[in-house]
T-cell receptor, first 114, second 115 residues
Framework: QQQVKQSPQSLIVQKGGIPIINCAYENTAFDYFPWYQQFPGKGPALLIAIRPDVSEKKEGRFTISFNKSAKQFSLHIMDSQPGDSATYFC?????????????FGKGTKLTVNP | DTAVSQTPKYLVTQMGNDKSIKCEQNLGHDTMYWYKQDSKKFLKIMFSYNNKELIINETVPNRFSPKSPDKAHLNLHINSLELGDSAVYFCASSPLAGVGDHEQYFGPGTRLTVT
């Protein structure tokens, strides 16, 4: 079953645009929602993460918005640049069988055109 | 310095063969993982070890066997390779067991192609 639903699957914007990627989760072990960024041929790397004490977190041009009641969180990229072109994954912590694991969304391929 | 390294980076082999992928982390982390990323980029956990002890074993064919000789190394051995095993395999590590709010550090991946 898909415990983290991510949309859209792909996104194309012009330089300077504000792409928004959305994620919805079902049940989590606790409130910690990271976004990972993956460039072609590389492993994913943590981009930004939000914890339960805030509804929004901003790091540079990247912002996470978190809506606990709706079980949704989203990534906004301000003033997007061609170098932001990558695949973005949201994730949520799930407890299953007594162990915790990160469950990833299916990814969003972002293309920022010059 | 490479934090999480994997060898080999590319692996091309025939169906039925047995192969291994090695992973090492120099971050001093206690927990290591194996993930599989399929052709659609879907990233799914396979195994997790904490201090050499297996703590997560997803529904993975028993042809896949992880081995952790020490907490800095986690290897993946695959027996009787099948076409469907073709994917990119990522090793990752994190400071503590349980995802908590701990960042996971991923290796560069091993692209396995089974022909």
């Amino acid at each position: 079953q898909q415990q983290v639903k991510q949309s859209p699957q792909s996104l194309i914007v012009q330089k300077g645009g504000i792409p928004i990627i959305n994620c919805a989760y079902e049940n989590t072990a606790f409130d910690y929602f990271p976004w990972y960024q993956q460039f072609p041929g590389k492993g994913p790397a943590l981009l930004i993460a939000i914890r339960p004490d805030v509804s929004e977190k901003k790091e540079g041009r990247f912002t996470i918005s978190f809506n606990k009641s709706a079980k949704q969180f989203s990534l906004h990229i301000m003033d997007s640049q061609p170098g932001d072109s990558a695949t973005y994954f949201c994730a949520a912590p799930i407890t299953q069988g007594g162990s915790e694991k990160l469950v990833f969304g299916k990814g969003t391929k972002l293309t920022v055109n010059p | 310095d490479t934090a999480v390294s994997q060898t080999p980076k590319y692996l091309v082999t025939q169906m039925g063969n047995d192969k291994s992928i090695k992973c090492e982390q120099n971050l001093g982390h206690d927990t290591m993982y194996w993930y599989k990323q399929d052709s659609k980029k879907f990233l799914k956990i396979m195994f997790s070890y904490n201090n050499k002890e297996l703590i997560i074993n997803e529904t993975v064919p028993n042809r896949f066997s992880p081995k952790s000789p020490d907490k800095a190394h986690l290897n993946l051995h695959i027996n009787s390779l099948e076409l469907g095993d073709s994917a990119v395999y990522f090793c990752a590590s994190s400071p503590l067991a349980g995802v908590g709010d701990h960042e996971q550090y991923f290796g560069p991946g091993t692209r396995l192609t089974v022909t």
